[in-house]
């Protein structure tokens, strides 16, 4: 089945620094790719749209200056968390598809936990 | 406003049990629906999807129902283990670019 691998599982910094988060699909080629955010006890929240080869698309209330993503080719896109804070610490997933089908399913990585302190 | 709902927040039921999540969403006009499981600190596994022409899907214990007039679906297992124990999550797509709205999900807990 359709494999996506996201690194670092973990990740410590300190707050002022950028950290970088890795999503890649494994098996297939993902034209689109979904970043999630999970504080928590809540739901999943879309943050963002990456699609290969153009800018994200941002939902409302994220600030795109300082969710930095890339999707630079069809099996990896890239996250940057700048300037990090302490109120950013949280659970990011990511996404991907391996059809450009609402037919087929979402497979998602293993999550990244971000801690800044 | 499109928003999904899940009851209960927490369930707890003794090894062997048959039992049932619950999930609700506003607009029956979907395209599809998703279940999955979240481990404690890890990614989704997709267990099941149900395309809107869809009324069920079935995957070994597992069984989703999906209505959408009532903007509603259940997921359902047989026979119930330890091993189940994970919360899980209902998920709609309304636009056809993948953007899951997720319910805030189940915590199951089966007690051996």
């Known amino acids: 089945g359709a494999v996506v691998s996201q690194h670092p599982s973990r990740v410590i910094c300190k707050s002022g620094t950028s950290v970088k988060i890795e999503c890649r699909s494994l098996?297939?080629?993902?034209?689109?790719m979904f970043w999630y955010r999970q504080f928590p006890k809540q739901s999943l929240m879309l943050m963002a749209t990456s699609n290969e080869g153009s800018k994200a698309t941002y939902e409302q209330g994220v600030e795109k200056d300082k969710f930095l993503i890339n999707h630079a080719s069809l099996t990896l896109s890239t996250l940057t968390v700048t300037s990090a804070h302490p109120e950013d610490s949280s659970f990011y997933i990511c996404?991907?598809?391996?059809?450009?089908?609402?037919?087929?399913?979402?497979?998602f990585g293993n999550g990244t936990r971000l801690t800044v302190t | 406003k499109q928003e999904v709902t899940q009851i209960p927040a927490a369930l707890s039921v003794p090894e062997g049990e048959n039992l049932v999540l619950n999930c609700s969403f506003t607009d029956s006009a979907i395209y599809n629906l998703q279940w999955f499981r979240q481990d404690p600190g890890k990614g989704l596994t997709s267990l099941l999807l149900?395309?809107?022409?869809?009324r069920e899907q079935t995957s070994g214990r597992l069984n989703a129902s999906l209505d959408k007039s009532s903007g509603r679906s259940t997921l359902y297992i047989a026979a119930s283990q330890p091993g189940d124990s994970a919360t899980y999550l209902c998920a709609v797509e309304w636009r056809s670019q993948g953007n899951l709205i997720f319910g805030k999900g189940t915590k199951l807990s089966v007690k051996p």
């Open positions: 149900i395309q809107s022409s869809q």
């Open positions: 098996d297939f080629q993902a034209t689109t």
């Open positions: 996404s991907a598809r391996g059809e450009s089908s609402y037919t087929s399913p979402l497979h």
